[in-house]
């Protein structure tokens, strides 16, 4: 089946959403039984049919509030609920699915690498998991109970807050989380495995005490400390520079090898490949940790700009990964040297990036069409998506920038956003005119600047 395209004008608001998912993981690599307690909220009165995305997994049953439910269709990419005799404005939907996370090597959902079982949802990978509206602009509240082998998997991790735990008589345990801030599927993880633990804890600027857990291969914890120190100095920056302070008790990081993406900053769970993350002095450079400590920062700051404020949809994934960028590039300066810093950022641009523009995989930092989300995770969206936010910032001044910052969080917070939004609330908290800047967005290609001078030998 050739794969269609989709475009930006095409955007239609859910006629569903979702408020409150409750999960339990029956966790086993052969055979993963997924329990989704889903409750649903209707958008637009006039839908009679639910469709959910979803495949890679055995369906087993469907509820709807409580009952048995016939009315579907199933594809498979999806399926689709005919609730025409259901005008209820809110319902729950119970749905069973089972995984064999030993089995899935598209590395996308629940899978098993190494001896661990972990997850990867972005871009559209809850999907593989259960049924769900697998959509950026669907923000829900997640609580998420794991049931593993306690020998095999003695560390069971989810997002947000440890909120219960136990012992059961068959050896296996299990834990509870609850993430209190509505966040979109492709935000949600889980870890379970075997680890080494590096604890230490943060206090806010209000006051609060975070905890914050490093979780590491077995024999990794002589590498562990410079990304904790990496963190901690990332949290105060982003509290002094952007006003922004964390918001959940705990704040963990799982850097493994068996990771098979660079880093993700899942909610309250960042999960890295270990290369990105462990540094030993006897055998790392000075490029290393700066690397390490400027990925870390990275991660960590999406918890405000990728997290709290999200993307609507894909074609807006400049707006969280071209802010952070730009905020992750800020920190290395303030922290480190600003002119070394820039000189760098501005090498990899010309060389990488201009390169790309120049090609023909050239393309907006906000495409207008994709046929295949993740290979739009380029230099493009990243870094000159980095320099649009940093010519903002030139134009503005720091002090604006801030304003105009601070007025996007306000707005959008918990919500879903445009790159519309983020470029308007700059407009009205500096009282000026952005509608020549914006064709940024929209236009391909680098700039060719045409230069001519002239010299006055009386005034100099």
Same mark, same amino acid.
């Given at each position: 089946?050739?794969?269609?395209?989709?475009?930006?004008? %095409?955007?239609? #608001?859910?006629?569903?959403?979702?408020?409150?998912?409750?999960?339990?993981?029956?966790? %086993?690599?052969?055979?993963?039984?997924?329990?989704?307690?889903?409750?649903?909220?209707?958008?637009? %009165?006039?839908?009679?049919?639910?469709?959910?995305?979803?495949?890679?997994?055995?369906?087993?049953?469907?509820?709807?509030?409580?009952?048995? @439910?016939?009315? =579907?269709?199933?594809?498979?990419?999806?399926?689709?609920?005919?609730?025409?005799?259901?005008?209820?404005? +809110?319902?729950?939907?119970?749905?069973?699915? +089972?995984?064999?996370?030993?089995?899935?090597?598209?590395?996308?959902?629940?899978? #098993?690498?190494?001896?661990?079982?972990?997850?990867?949802?972005?871009?559209?990978?809850?999907?593989?998991?259960?049924?769900?509206?697998?959509?950026?602009?669907?923000?829900?509240? =997640?609580? &998420?109970?794991?049931?593993?082998?306690? &020998?095999?998997?003695?560390?069971?991790?989810? +997002?947000?807050?440890?909120?219960?735990?136990?012992?059961?008589?068959?050896?296996?345990?299990?834990?509870?989380?609850?993430?209190?801030?509505?966040?979109?599927?492709?935000?949600?993880?889980?870890?379970?495995?075997?680890?080494?633990?590096?604890?230490?804890? @943060?206090?806010?600027?209000?006051?609060?005490?975070?905890?914050?857990?490093?979780?590491?291969?077995?024999?990794?914890?002589?590498?562990?400390?410079?990304?904790? $120190?990496?963190?901690?100095?990332?949290?105060?920056?982003?509290?002094?520079?952007?006003?922004?302070?964390?918001?959940?008790?705990?704040?963990?990081?799982?850097?493994?090898?068996?990771? !098979?993406?660079?880093?993700?900053?899942?909610?309250?769970?960042?999960?890295?490949?270990?290369?990105?993350?462990?540094?030993?002095?006897? &055998?790392?450079?000075?490029?290393?940790?700066?690397?390490?400590?400027?990925?870390?920062?990275?991660?960590?700051?999406?918890?405000?700009?990728? +997290?709290?404020?999200?993307?609507?949809?894909?074609? #807006?994934?400049?707006?969280?990964?071209?802010?952070?960028?730009?905020?992750?590039?800020? @920190?290395?300066?303030?922290?480190?040297?600003?002119?070394?810093?820039?000189?760098?950022?501005?090498?990899?641009?010309?060389?990488?990036?201009?390169?790309?523009?120049?090609?023909?995989?050239?393309?907006?930092?906000?495409?207008?069409?994709?046929?295949?989300?993740?290979?739009?995770?380029?230099?493009?969206? =990243?870094?000159?998506?980095?320099?649009?936010?940093?010519?903002?910032?030139?134009?503005?001044?720091?002090?604006?920038?801030?304003?105009?910052?601070?007025?996007?969080?306000? $707005?959008?917070?918990?919500?879903?956003? &445009?790159?519309?939004? @983020?470029?308007?609330?700059?407009?009205?908290? !500096?009282?000026?005119?952005?509608? #020549?800047?914006?064709?940024?967005?929209?236009?391909?290609?680098?700039?060719?600047?045409?230069?001519?001078?002239?010299?006055?030998?009386?005034?100099?």
């Amino acid at each position: 089946m050739l794969a269609k395209a989709k475009y930006r004008k %095409d955007y239609k #608001q859910p006629d569903f959403t979702v408020t409150d998912i409750f999960l339990d993981f029956q966790l %086993d690599p052969k055979h993963t039984v997924v329990t989704a307690k889903t409750t649903f909220r209707r958008l637009n %009165d006039e839908a009679t049919h639910l469709r959910l995305d979803g495949h890679g997994f055995q369906f087993a049953s469907i509820k709807f509030n409580g009952e048995d @439910f016939k009315h =579907y269709h199933q594809d498979h990419e999806s399926l689709t609920l005919d609730l025409t005799n259901q005008s209820a404005a +809110n319902f729950e939907l119970e749905i069973v699915t +089972n995984l064999e996370p030993a089995q899935n090597t598209s590395l996308q959902g629940l899978y #098993q690498s190494g001896e661990g079982i972990c997850t990867q949802c972005e871009a559209e990978g809850f999907r593989q998991i259960t049924y769900m509206l697998d959509r950026p602009d669907v923000l829900a509240r =997640y609580t &998420t109970k794991i049931t593993a082998d306690k &020998t095999k998997y003695p560390y069971l991790l989810s +997002n947000g807050n440890r909120i219960a735990s136990g012992e059961l008589e068959d050896g296996r345990h299990w834990v509870e989380w609850n993430d209190p801030f509505p966040k979109p599927s492709y935000l949600f993880a889980l870890v379970a495995g075997d680890f080494d633990l590096l604890q230490d804890t @943060f206090t806010t600027k209000s006051g609060r005490k975070v905890a914050l857990e490093l979780y590491v291969d077995r024999g990794n914890l002589d590498r562990a400390s410079w990304a904790m $120190e990496s963190l901690k100095k990332a949290m105060k920056w982003d509290e002094d520079r952007f006003n922004l302070e964390y918001d959940l008790d705990i704040y963990m990081i799982v850097a493994v090898d068996f990771f !098979n993406m660079g880093a993700m900053e899942n909610k309250g769970l960042n999960i890295f490949n270990s290369k990105f993350v462990l540094a030993n002095p006897q &055998t790392a450079t000075d490029d290393d940790y700066l690397a390490i400590e400027s990925v870390i920062a990275h991660e960590y700051f999406h918890n405000w700009t990728g +997290n709290r404020v999200t993307c609507r949809d894909w074609f #807006q994934l400049s707006l969280k990964e071209g802010l952070t960028v730009f905020r992750d590039q800020e @920190f290395s300066s303030d922290t480190g040297s600003r002119a070394v810093n820039r000189i760098n950022n501005v090498k990899f641009l010309r060389t990488v990036q201009f390169a790309e523009d120049a090609s023909p995989m050239s393309h907006p930092i906000r495409p207008e069409k994709v046929i295949e989300m993740n290979n739009f995770y380029t230099v493009t969206v =990243y870094e000159k998506g980095a320099e649009v936010i940093r010519m903002l910032h030139t134009l503005l001044g720091e002090q604006g920038f801030q304003k105009g910052m601070q007025l996007y969080i306000a $707005e959008n917070d918990g919500k879903a956003a &445009t790159c519309e939004d @983020f470029v308007s609330a700059m407009e009205r908290a !500096n009282e000026v005119d952005l509608a #020549q800047f914006r064709r940024w967005y929209s236009q391909s290609g680098t700039p060719e600047l045409l230069i001519s001078d002239a010299y006055d030998e009386q005034t100099h």
